[in-house]
Structures are given as structure tokens and as C-alpha cells.
């Protein structure tokens, strides 16, 4: 099963648990006494209609993965929370669904900030590097990779990072971002930070988003906290390059696949 299916599958299992969640809650609620005639039938009819959409989410699951989700037991976990987060939060709407639906908005507007801003990354983080001769003396045109480019992030055509002048060599300092699998949505995807260039001239360029407080509580003297309960992985890397031989006009790829702190030429 490839990712792309695995994805589907597991976003319309999570959908799938909610709504179960609702029509169990749902159907449960009938057992209480005093309810009028049309309350019960309205109840019922949306109970019937969340089962639908349940029998039909859980069809397409089990076709895109061929069964395969099944044996995913951290997807089935979270599938399960998700319908007991859902059922209880119709229960106790105003102790429940409100809290769950402002911390839930909280939530995926951090992800999007701290996770989606950074581009997708298979293996190990790649940048290009180039060298333009003009008047002015040259300059370095850095960018990610084209494996890793997304809309938002710098290429050789518009944003690429430019670094003025001539330099013997440069540092590049990148995070590795890994979200396990059973994440919705963003889960199974590594994504790549550029953090720092430096080069025998100081500090040439410096990203401080995964120094904020939350990234270093959930790493406080490397306990892997975030890794172990979050779920999230953050490996820091690093490359050394000479720059003596690079020649103008010709695009190299830089791979950042030392351990942070083991720089190889």
C-alpha cells in the first residue's frame, strides 16, 4: 500500500470514528426519559444517517487500503478516541464539544505554523547551491531542492536565499521533522527546516522557528519527550562544503546527512 493510499485510508477511518461516535451518543440519548415524540425521531433519523456515513467510510477505507489499515494499531487507537472524543462531546456539548473545538483549532493552527511552512522531505535534506559572477563581486544562490520545493519556499527564480561576495566555505544546519504515521492529515511525512548558513564570513542566514519555548520544552536536555509522546521527531543535521572548486553557472545539490555537530567535507 503505498502512502498516498494509506493516507485516504486513515483520514476516512478518523471521519469514520467521529461519526459513530455521534450516532452512538445518539441512540444512547433515547434512553432517557421525558422525551417528546418528534425529539426521538429526529435523533433516530440523524443517528441512521451517521451510520450511513459511517458503513460508507469505512467501505472506502478497507478498498483504498485493501484491509491493510487493520493492521495499523496505532490508526485503529486513534479511530477509537476520535469516537469516544465525538460521542462525549455531543453528551456534554458545553463542557466538551466548545473547549474541544477552540483547542482543536489552536492545535492545527500550530501545526501549520511550526510543520506545513517547512516543504516535504524524502531521505536526507537537499539544497542547491550555485554561484553567480557579476560586477558586484558574485554571490551563492541557496534554495531547497526541487524534490522539496513547495509554492511558499524560495527557488532559483524568485526567493532563493543570496549570499553576497566570495566565501572558502559554508555550513548549513537543517532540522528533520518526523510525524508518525497515524497523525491525520500530516502524518507519515518528513519535512525539512533550514536553520542556519554559515560560512568563514559568521552567521549568513538563520531560521529561529524550532528554538520557540514549546520545541525546547518538548526537548529539554534531549529527553525526547516530543518523540516519545507527541509522536513528533526532530533529528538535526548538518554539512560542511568547500567552496574553492565550485563553478559558476553550474547548480550543485548539497545533501545534509551528517548528525548535527559531524561536519564532513
Known amino acids: 500500500m503505498d502512502f498516498r493510499g494509506?493516507?485516504?485510508?486513515?483520514?476516512?477511518?478518523?471521519?469514520?470514528g467521529a461519526v459513530t461516535g455521534i450516532a452512538l451518543e445518539l441512540l444512547l440519548s433515547l434512553l432517557e426519559k421525558g422525551i417528546d415524540t418528534r425529539t426521538r425521531n429526529r435523533r433516530i433519523s440523524l443517528a441512521l444517517v451517521c451510520l450511513s456515513g459511517t458503513i460508507a467510510g469505512l467501505a472506502i477505507s478497507v478498498i483504498v487500503s485493501m484491509g491493510g489499515i487493520f493492521r495499523e494499531p496505532a490508526v485503529l487507537a486513534t479511530a477509537v478516541l476520535c469516537m469516544a472524543v465525538f460521542g462525549v462531546a455531543v453528551r456534554f456539548p458545553r463542557m466538551v464539544a466548545y473547549p474541544l473545538i477552540l483547542l482543536g483549532g489552536l492545535a492545527v493552527s500550530w501545526l501549520?505554523?511550526?510543520?506545513?511552512?517547512?516543504?516535504?522531505?524524502?531521505?536526507?535534506?537537499?539544497?542547491?547551491?550555485?554561484?553567480?559572477?557579476?560586477?558586484?563581486?558574485?554571490?551563492?544562490?541557496?534554495?531547497?531542492a526541487p524534490a522539496a520545493r513547495t509554492a511558499a519556499y524560495p527557488n532559483e527564480n524568485d526567493d532563493a536565499i543570496r549570499i553576497n561576495g566570495t566565501r572558502s566555505f559554508m555550513t548549513f544546519n537543517a532540522a528533520l521533522i518526523a510525524i508518525e504515521r497515524h497523525y491525520p492529515f500530516i502524518g507519515g511525512k518528513n519535512h525539512v527546516a533550514l536553520m542556519r548558513i554559515s560560512?568563514?564570513?559568521?552567521?549568513?542566514?538563520s531560521d529561529t522557528s524550532l528554538d520557540s519555548p514549546l520545541v525546547r520544552f518538548?526537548?529539554?536536555?534531549?529527553?525526547?519527550?516530543?518523540?516519545?509522546?507527541?509522536?513528533?521527531?526532530?533529528?538535526?543535521?548538518?554539512?560542511?562544503?568547500s567552496l574553492d572548486d565550485l563553478t559558476p553557472g553550474i547548480e550543485t545539490t548539497v545533501y545534509i546527512d551528517s548528525p548535527d555537530g559531524i561536519n564532513h567535507n
Not at 511550526?114 to 522531505?121: A, D, E, Q, S, W
Open 6 to 16: 494509506f493516507a485516504l485510508s486513515r483520514d476516512v477511518l478518523y471521519i469514520s
Open 112 to 144: 501549520a505554523v511550526f510543520c506545513l511552512r517547512f516543504p516535504v522531505c524524502d531521505g536526507a535534506p537537499a539544497l542547491t547551491l550555485s554561484r553567480v559572477e557579476n560586477t558586484q563581486g558574485g554571490a551563492y544562490l541557496i534554495a531547497y
Open 199 to 205: 560560512s568563514d564570513a559568521g552567521v549568513e542566514f
Open 218 to 241: 518538548a526537548y529539554v536536555r534531549r529527553s525526547g519527550f516530543a518523540q516519545r509522546v507527541l509522536g513528533i521527531g526532530i533529528t538535526r543535521m548538518s554539512k560542511t562544503i
